[in-house]
């Protein structure tokens, strides 16, 4: 899916398109949760191929934005089901993350009207056997009509928004109060995106991740 300006998105291409035995145990408090399968399609990284690596895009501060993001969702997992790592060569990415166009300079953000000053879209392709064909990719854009201050507060949303998708959440919360809702306007997930990610990390998946590099 991929929005208007400002948006954030995923794009899947197709080729092919226990029982405890306890009593009397109180039942936990369950976050609620959004869908994260687009059209019944289920993708997270299997534990072997951890930690996942991410090529990001050295000019600007690209790298440091996909850091944090990559620590912002490492910490959502209590059994480290997901870790990634940065990595200088492209060719050896499972991830890579670059600008779409301008790169934007490093300045102290400006929050107020931030949101829409940026946008990203996750990309993969498939083959016949649902197996990812190369690498995911995220491009990240600044959108026309901002301020410099605005595009860096919207960056480090948008930043942890697509490695949100990068880990398998293939669609957006309804919730404008999640990170990933369509246009974030937060920077870490919540609790709704944490109880999302937990079920997907053991949900079993039906596309296979790209052959490593």
Not at 48 to 71: I, K, N, S
Not at 96 to 107: Q, T
Not at 137 to 157: D, F, I, K, M, N
Not at 176 to 203: I, K
Request: glycine share 12%.
């Amino acid at each position: 899916m991929k929005g208007g300006p400002g948006a954030a998105g995923v794009l899947i291409g197709f080729v092919a398109a226990g029982a405890l035995a306890c009593g009397d145990l109180t039942p936990p408090g369950r976050t609620p949760r959004y869908t994260f399968d687009q059209a019944g399609a289920v993708f997270r990284w299997p534990v072997e191929r951890l930690p996942v690596r991410y090529f990001a895009d050295t000019a600007g501060a690209m790298a440091a934005l996909v850091q944090e993001g990559l620590r912002a969702w490492e910490r959502q997992f209590l059994y480290g089901e997901f870790r990634g790592v940065l990595v200088a060569d492209s060719g050896s990415a499972d991830v890579i993350v670059r600008w779409a166009d301008s790169v934007p300079p490093d300045v102290p953000p400006d929050t107020a009207g931030a949101v829409g000053a940026c946008g990203g879209i996750t990309s993969f392709l498939v083959d016949s056997t649902n197996t990812m064909t190369g690498p995911m990719r995220v491009e990240v854009s600044v959108s026309t009509g901002y301020t410099l201050a605005q595009v860096a507060a919207c960056l480090p949303r948008v930043a942890t928004h697509e490695v949100g998708h990068t880990l398998g959440i293939l669609t957006h919360s309804p919730a404008v109060t999640d990170l990933m809702f369509g246009s974030p306007r937060v920077q870490t997930p919540t609790g709704r995106d944490r109880a999302t990610v937990e079920v997907l990390y053991h949900t079993t998946p039906t596309i296979g991740p790209p052959p490593s590099p």
